[in-house]
Nanobody, 126 residues
Framework: QLQLVESGGGLVQPGGSLRLSCAASGFALDFYTIGWFRQAPGKEREGVSSMSRRGEVTTYANSVKDRFTISRDNAKNTIYLQMNSLKPDDTAVYYC???????????????????WGQGTQVTVSS
């Protein structure tokens, strides 16, 4: 069964950090472009970051650039999102996703992704 499972969400104060993890099972992540998305209450889903199959190319939304870092460990079949300098506007459910595709390809379009995790809540509040 193909599955993505996120972990690492929680409550953090403004300015703090969190690291999200997303473990894949049932398929090898190194054949896939990966992405992180988020959805806040009452808002549309937003693409946060994407990384190509071997990590050569990364893309970030302007809202998280220079604060968030996407990474992958293909040997562990896991992807990560390091989030620093968190703001209340970062509060959302965060989802990881995987898309089969070619090398060097990234995308923040959710409709291009094949597999999704169940989401993990991140709340930034004092």
């Amino acid at each position: 069964q193909l599955q993505l499972v996120e972990s690492g969400g929680g409550l953090v104060q403004p300015g703090g950090s969190l690291r999200l993890s997303c473990a894949a099972s049932g398929f090898a992540l190194d054949f896939y472009t990966i992405g992180w998305f988020r959805q806040a209450p009452g808002k549309e889903r937003e693409g946060v970051s994407s990384m190509s199959r071997r990590g050569e190319v990364t893309t970030y939304a302007n809202s998280v650039k220079d604060r968030f870092t996407i990474s992958r460990d293909n040997a562990k079949n896991t992807i990560y999102l390091q989030m620093n300098s968190l703001k209340p506007d970062d509060t959302a459910v965060y989802y990881c996703a995987a898309k089969s595709g070619s090398y060097y390809y990234t995308t923040l379009r959710g409709d291009e992704y094949d597999y999704w995790g169940q989401g993990t809540q991140v709340t930034v509040s004092s």
